[in-house]
């Protein structure tokens, strides 16, 4: 007999046996879904385990341990989607669940199932379990490191918060269209957050990153102490800061984080789901130029060990490189089975779910542009008078109308090409078709961001990666409080 | 209170003995909440059914206390052997975490030994033919605008829960929550090809309370078809009208601030401000946990801490935070029954509330915010910077529709600028008020 994979292994382990299930009883309950005329069905199995751990005011108190696991299962018939899970791993649940998601397609079917194949496609990360990876005296050590490194940095720290999170998740996926496959994604997470004060003034700075490895790659890489050293810099830097401006003017977006720019003003309009009802603000742009030759962005959800990263989509498609816009022009939307099957095309590998209980829906990985010719201090040198924003919070956008907003964290005025101070956080808002035709320098210092996103949709939550280079936008509405003086 | 069922009794159950488990493992102190619940959801589109999903929720979670060390695991499996580890799990954590001297259950004089009864659970033997049916109603109502040229569909949701929650000082507590749900999303497109999107939805742990599918697609019709045409405005400083939904996350603000965990975190512009005017002095914010039927009602908090009706803001003087027991310890006070969250609070003015127009009237000249966007809300500092979608008013009267603007100042500046409520109040969540005018902020935008 051949060595059993490690994926199918703690499949087995996690998934099959504790239900009394079998890769047998699996294609049963497809078998049962499917016998009703339905063009598609899967089960999705999964078992996670996360952790968390936290210092505040120099104590490790607070921890948790959350074990879910569950199936669901999905079948789906034209733009029908019947959907049911079960908490309980076990035939009966199984076929409950399979019976209630059936109940969209009416008429029977004795056409047998396709044969299903588990050729895996290439590994994006490591499988150890990272709660396993260090024991509760290191993890506990490391946390102390990021608290003492930031209170050794400077007076004006009043409080360090540090949490560090992982989750190590099995799951089985096997579907009508001949999947059969087996995966294990571990994901950790060092969050550190800082209050400074000075002359009675409180600022908040913070810094976080990870990825799909364990927490030992943390410490390889001096995450403790640089994460916390990145937090009061922000925090101290806050207790200088100046009313933001408020008003339409150039923006130099640093690189890295601020690519949720990318995430927010295209990402969600590209995607597969919107583009097939014709509700996003993109649908009818595809060939068209929405930015200047210089700009490509892609959606790659192969890159080893980064937060948004699977080897497959959860559908058990293997994920790609996909090119959403190719020199300026847009070559490519993202999706999943069912959308794919809707517009006559194929998944990019982009149909993600947040667990079980929540149906897959398309999603994008690790988004990013790619770099272009400026350098850095050369973009900055061209701004007479605007903004640079390094440092970012998160967005939002309307995918109908193509508003959307990013609220930078931390900013900088720029006067005749010089950063001159530091400004408050403001919120950021343009309009995603336009916003890159206004982006007029590309630099070459690509960057992706050091594995801090969830990006939220429809109420489920999936970790995701973006990234740029330094970036020069031509007009961007800045939201700050001081009116701008020209 | 009604006879339990079977289910209950063994929830009940289940949760007695995974406190035994816990003190058996040397635990000198725990709790156990557990949750369960079944739901349907249904969705339309155009007129044809899109998806049917059933829901089976369960999950226990366990708190466990060795003296003043605490940890915390909780699991969706409910198998015997599954429990008995999460236990283990929790007490695990226990062991190995550090002393907090402010860890450890609620005082004992403020559990909810008796508890009252809140009319909150009213399930609804919806099928999923009649919830089709409702759903088409619902969507057909907002299609029915030529305006509207597409849709995101129509939803309809049953949900029927019981939460049960017991801890070593021999509180057990049981109530049932239904919340049903009905929304519909629709875009409108004007002759340019320009889309917009909006929605509404109407909830209520009664189903026989919510508006009808008609109301429901009407409404997000009209919230639709009247953002056609909008567009920026020129950077300005002038009073902001939010509309009542939008209105409820400034209270959520506040909230925010004024809980426990951020008041410890030193991460509140509200710190040190208890006794002082926060807010416009003819603003007052209550909370009513125990509400028949209220959208966020509940007979006791996440820590089985009796809830009760009292005044957190009284004439725009701060009187009261949010605390749970170990919130409530840090800062050397006693919870408020909170933990877990905030229930039922309501803003109202001792001004005469006002009518829509009256407040368009008020407002004079500038902005109606009907959507806010992002996360540009610094609660440690107070400054405030959003996305905002709505209408500029000239002359007491809407202009024309706005969008691509950003609204920001401060919190405690806004808060104290409140100069008229309106009289309808948005009472679907755990943040309840009317329409708020701002005296002033900074427009941002062309």
Redesign the interface.
Known sequence: MPDERVTDGAARRYLLDPGELTPQTLEQTLAHAWSRACDYADVYLQHSQHES?TI?NG????????????AGVRAALG??????????LGPEQLLE?AR??R??AHGDRQARLPQSSSTPPPAVCGYDNPLQNLD??QK?ALLREVDETARRLAPEV??V?ATLASAYEVILIASTEGVYQTDIRPLVRLNVSV?A?RDGR???GGHGGGGRYGYSRLLETGAPARFAQEAVRVALLNLESQE?P???MTVVLGHGWPGVLLHEAIGHGLEGDAIR???S?FTHLMGQRVASPEVTVVDNGTLPDRRGSLCMDDEGTPTQNTVLIEDGIIRGFLYDRLNARLCKTESTGNGRRESY?H?PMPRMTNTYMQAGTHSPEEILASVDHGLYAVGF????V?I??G?????ASEAYLIKDGKIAHPV????????GPSVLRRVSMVGDDLELDDGIGTCGKDGQQVPVGVGQPTLRVDEL????????DG | MTAESASAQNLRTCVQQALDQARGQGATAAAVSLDRGEGLTVSV?LG????????????LSITAYFGQ???????????ED?VE??VE??CQ?AR?????PC?GLPDEDRLAFEYPELDLHHPWDLD?DEAVRLALECEDAARADARIA?S?GAEVRRYDGIRVLGNSLGFMGAYRRSSHDLSCCV?AADEAG????DYWHSTHCDWRKMQDPGTVGRIAAERTVR?LG?R?LA?C?VPVLFEAPVARSLLGHFVGAASGRALY???SFL?GRRDEQVWAEEITLTEHPHEAGGAASAPFDAEGVATRERTVVDNGILRGWFLSSYSARRLGLASTGNAGGVRNLVLESREPALSWDELLQRLGRGLVVTEL????V?Q??G?Y???A?GFWVENGAVAHPV????????LPDMYRGIVAVGAEQDRRGSLQTGALLVDRM?????
């Not at chain 2, 969008?403 to 401060?410: L, N, P, Q, W």
Request: charged share 30%; proline share 1%; aromatic share 4%.
């Open positions: 751990l505040e104590v490790v108190k607070d921890a948790a341990f959350t074990l879910e696991q569950g733009e029908k989607t019947g959907f049911a899970y079960s908490e309980e669940a209630a998601a109940s969209i509760m005296e506990i009043k409080k918060t209050i004060e409180r600022e908040i933001a408020a008003g339409t009802k014709g509700t603000v209980a149906q919070n998160g967005g939002q309307d109908t109308s508003k959307f907003v990013f609220s408050k956080g403001a919120t950021l808002i343009g309009d509405t800045v939201g700050g409080t001081r009116m701008h | 589109r044809e059914l899109e998806t049917i999903e059933r829901e089976q929720d369960q999950g060390r605490r940890g915390h695991a909780s699991s969706t499996d409910l198998r599954s580890r999460t799990a929790a954590i190995s975490t550090e002393e907090d860890h999923s597409n995101e875009v320009a889309q917009e999107r953002r909008a920026p950077s400083v975190h030193e991460a710190l966007m992002g996360q540009g610094n440690v500092t400054d910077s959003r996305g979608a969008h691509e603007i950003t609204i920001a100042g401060s900074q427009i941002a935008g062309v």
